[in-house]
């Protein structure tokens, strides 16, 4: 096992460079169709909205945006979003239990577009039915009055993008919020049943210190869920972090993680997958306890919805077996989306193999614990490897039924120990497919709305 090598995120198996573009519309309503067809058997759908603009552009972002203050073009997206919506209807009643609103900043929309676009969900499946409605907000783009009106549409998580309390992390990405202004907003907390906080670590100017600092003003207001991520610095996938020098990125990124956990659990939040953290009655921490964490696109979520659709430009949806994700190219979206079609990239179908290690991988990461006598990879060759790891992991049980649990050292190498049950080797074809959407997202960057 290398400790030292980059792994998958995972929040998909097999990854997107192993979709393939001769999945498109009609693939996907087969899909959708197959689902359906045994949808009495789950909790419902999670659907999620990507809302691609932003104000503007924070130098660490690795998002697929558009950066526009231009209110027409903002609302000729939107118009196509909600026709796309529509589309959605032709299967009859579809059993939404959560939205989530992402991007980009939903938040950038104006209280007007966000009624709109509320107005549309809701005829798709009731609003105030919802287990959890959840919209990403940018602080700098919104007022207190613009969280009540969120409020009153049914919107009952909010998640803040606050990355980092230091001003001179914040000047060097371009993203400078202070955290009177957080502690403003959250003066209407009480209408939402949970805040998410999203911290970054590995930011330009960190220091132990000032990451301790944030930590700090981050437990003071307290927030019933805190995301704390590692900075990805790929210059190459996005050209807007060669603003970002990468001689004043901090090199202990293991100790700022570890600190981030031990000031987290020992202020009493709940550990939960990789990187998230929540109290104790918040319902991710329930399901942690009662191992039901569901992984998604979205990171880690309670459920009880595993499966996901996607509106709106670079959305991804999981539908049992079948993956596929929408265009990068507003062009190709807007003329899919008059067509009255999906307006699919690509997407895949998962073989036995790939849902066994999908299995397995999801489990070890939602539950940090799986069974070896899933899938068909070499079990005594997988033992011996986690035998050599006492420390981190532990393996019970006879051959082949025996179970791999994660140690609570073992927990910051989840992603290495999933990379053992992974399939799927990086091809040739599959970096080639990788440059491509890099280009693809710099094109969506730079394309008018």
């Known amino acids: 096992m290398n400790f030292n090598a980059e792994g998958h ?15 498109k519309h009609a693939e996907y309503v087969e899909a959708f169709k197959n689902y359906l067809s045994h949808a009495q058997w ?64 939903p938040s950038h929309l104006d209280q007007s577009q966000v009624s709109q676009l509320c107005e549309k969900l809701d005829s798709l499946s009731p609003l105030k039915e919802m287990d959890e409605f959840a919209m990403e907000i ?26 980092d309390f230091n001003l001179k992390v914040q000047e060097a990405i371009n993203r400078i919020q202070s955290p009177e202004m957080i502690e403003g907003l959250l003066e209407e907390r009480h209408l939402f049943k949970g805040v998410n906080f999203d911290l970054l670590y590995g930011l330009p100017h960190q220091t132990l210190g000032t990451f301790e600092d944030t930590l700090d003003k981050t437990l003071k207001m307290r927030p019933e869920r805190v995301t704390l991520l590692k900075y990805c610095h790929a210059p190459e996938v996005r050209n807007h972090m060669k603003l970002i020098n990468v001689t004043d990125l901090p090199t202990n990124l293991q100790a700022m993680f570890e600190m981030g956990v031990e000031k987290l659990c020992g202020a009493g939040y709940v550990w939960v997958g990789l990187d998230h953290f929540a109290i104790p009655s918040d319902s991710l921490a329930i ?48 003329a899919s989306v008059n067509r009255g079609e999906f307006p699919i990239l690509r997407g895949m179908k998962l073989n036995p193999d790939d849902l066994s290690a999908r299995y397995s991988i999801f489990e070890l990461l939602c539950t940090q614990q799986t069974s070896i006598c899933n899938g068909r990879w070499n079990q005594h060759e997988l033992i011996a490897e986690i035998r050599k790891y006492p420390d981190l992991f ?25 990379k053992l049950f992974d399939n799927r080797d990086i091809k040739p074809e599959h970096l080639k497919i990788a440059q491509k959407d890099m280009r693809r997202r710099e094109s969506l960057a730079s394309q008018p709305a």
């Open 42 to 105: 789950d909790g419902g759908l999670h659907l999620y909205v990507h809302i691609p603009f932003c104000k503007k552009l924070c130098h660490y972002c690795i998002c697929n945006v558009i950066i526009s203050n231009d209110r027409a073009k903002i609302q000729h997206f939107l118009d196509h979003l909600l026709k796309e919506a529509d589309n959605l209807k032709h299967f009859g009643k579809i059993n939404i239990k959560e939205i989530h609103l992402g991007g980009g900043t």
């Open 394 to 418: 532990e393996y019970k049980g006879g051959f082949p039924a025996g179970v791999i649990s994660v140690k609570p050292k073992g927990r910051i190498f989840l992603r290495n120990l999933c």
């Open 138 to 163: 940018d602080p700098r783009t919104v007022n207190r009055e613009d969280l009540r009106h969120y409020a009153s549409l049914g919107v009952n998580r909010i998640s803040f993008g606050v990355q």
């Open 287 to 334: 399901a942690h306890e009662n191992k039901t964490v569901v992984r998604t696109f979205n990171g880690f979520k309670a459920g009880p919805t595993q499966y996901m659709i996607g509106l709106g430009p670079t959305s991804t949806s999981y539908l049992r077996d079948t993956y596929a994700q929408a265009h990068y190219d507003l062009k190709e979206y807007y």
């Open 9 to 23: 995120w995972y929040t998909s198996y097999p990854s997107l460079n192993h979709w393939t573009e001769d999945f």
